[in-house]
């Protein structure tokens, strides 16, 4: 069973950076597309990015649209998520998760994701 863990949050100022890391164990990362999602108290979840099995086809929310980066290593089982200029408005929970239900080759934010981790918090303040 794919198991995930996040990391790599926390307390930025406005315009600071973060990457956060999704180690994987369990099963080989190659099978698996990853996406990362985002909850803020009140809110719904919000899809904020994926990419594919192989890594080479990406998709943002346009929230998070050239300001995020996602990328994944899969020899090393790690998934990233670069965050850069990040905004007060970015302050959330964010998750890493997993499907094998997609195409090596792309990836979808609306997809069903059904393995996931526990969260890291990341929270944007002066």
């Known amino acids: 069973q794919l198991q995930l863990v996040e990391s790599g949050g926390g307390l930025v100022q406005p315009g600071g950076s973060l990457r956060l890391s999704c180690a994987v164990s369990?099963?080989?990362?190659?099978?698996?597309?990853i996406g990362w999602f985002r909850q803020a108290p009140g809110k719904e979840r919000e899809a904020v990015s994926c990419?594919?099995?192989?890594?080479?086809?990406?998709n943002y929310a346009d929230s998070v649209k050239g300001r995020f980066t996602i990328s994944k290593d899969n020899a090393k089982a790690l998934a990233y998520l670069q965050m850069n200029s990040l905004q007060p408005e970015d302050t959330a929970v964010y998750y890493c998760?997993?499907?094998?239900?997609?195409?090596?080759?792309?990836?979808?934010?609306?997809?069903?994701?059904?393995?996931w981790g526990q969260g890291t918090q990341v929270t944007v303040s002066p």
């Open positions: 998760a997993a499907t094998a239900k997609t195409s090596r080759y792309t990836c979808a934010l609306g997809a069903v994701y059904d393995l």
């Open positions: 369990g099963a080989t990362l190659s099978y698996y597309a």
């Open positions: 990419v594919s099995k192989g890594g080479g086809s990406t």
